[in-house]
């Protein structure tokens, strides 16, 4: 079944505790992003990559990481994390033509206390 | 810079109703791609329609339809026959087809489906 898969789906953490938020995709995009929802805010992206090894800053950058080392993968790193960045996060991946649709994994509800 | 509005926080329709939820948009490009996805209450986001700024004719995928409005620069959801399956949040969302593939989107429209 062609899937973006997310781990963990929950996470509860405190302030400054490192963490990774993992992306993993089965349909062999080059295209991968990652994005936080707030309520009122829809959603917004943080950093997405075009492919391998190529990554960019999106709208909302502060505070997190990311790498593609390889195609399937695109984890999400937060360093030290603070109570702001408790949000709803989606990983994403599309095929690179710019009219395809972006397909989202089920999210990661993250609480950072 | 691109920026998506949809001013009907929430909405209340009869089932089997048709409904439309209204999303306009701002962008000085003039190619670019239109999406609307729905997220019922388990989160997820599920993709319904696609909308080409260059496609002459509205997107339609089964009970969904997008009223495309260029010059208004409006890009309306339509969901003709509505079920209790249709409560969920919809969100509307743009990106450019130049540069980076970044989609856009509203705030979100909570639709509640009332039998």
């Known amino acids: 079944e062609a899937q973006v898969t997310q781990n963990p789906r929950y996470l509860i953490t405190v302030t400054g505790k490192k963490l990774t938020v993992t992306c993993s995709q089965n349909?062999?995009?080059?295209?991968m992003s990652w994005y936080r929802q707030d309520p009122g805010l829809g959603l917004r992206q943080i950093y997405y990559?075009?492919?391998?090894?190529?990554?960019d800053k999106g709208d909302v950058p502060e505070g997190y990481k990311v790498s593609r080392k390889e195609k399937r993968n695109f984890p999400l790193i937060l360093e030290s994390p603070s109570p702001n960045q408790t949000s709803l996060y989606f990983c994403?991946?599309?095929?690179?033509?710019?009219?395809?649709?972006?397909?989202f994994g089920p999210g990661t509800r993250l609480t950072v206390l | 810079a691109q920026k998506i509005t949809q001013t009907q926080p929430g909405m209340f329709v009869q089932e089997k109703e048709a409904v439309t939820l209204d999303c306009t948009y701002d962008?000085?490009?003039?190619?670019?791609?239109l999406f609307w996805y729905k997220q019922p209450s388990s989160g997820e986001m599920i993709f319904l329609i696609y909308?080409?700024?260059?496609?002459?004719q509205n997107a339609t995928e089964g009970r969904y339809s997008l009223n495309f409005q260029k010059a208004r620069k409006s890009a309306n959801l339509v969901i003709s026959a509505s079920q209790l399956g249709d409560s969920a949040m919809y969100f509307c969302?743009?990106?450019?087809?130049?540069?980076?593939?970044?989609?856009?989107f509203g705030q979100g429209t909570r639709l509640t489906i009332n039998p």
């Open positions: 349909m062999n995009h080059e295209y």
């Open positions: 990559s075009m492919n391998v090894e190529v990554t």
């Open positions: 962008t000085s490009d003039q190619s670019y791609g």
């Open positions: 994403a991946s599309k095929e690179r033509d710019v009219t395809d649709t972006q397909y």
């Open positions: 969302a743009m990106n450019l087809l130049q540069g980076a593939q970044k989609l856009v």
């Open positions: 909308q080409g700024s260059y496609d002459e």
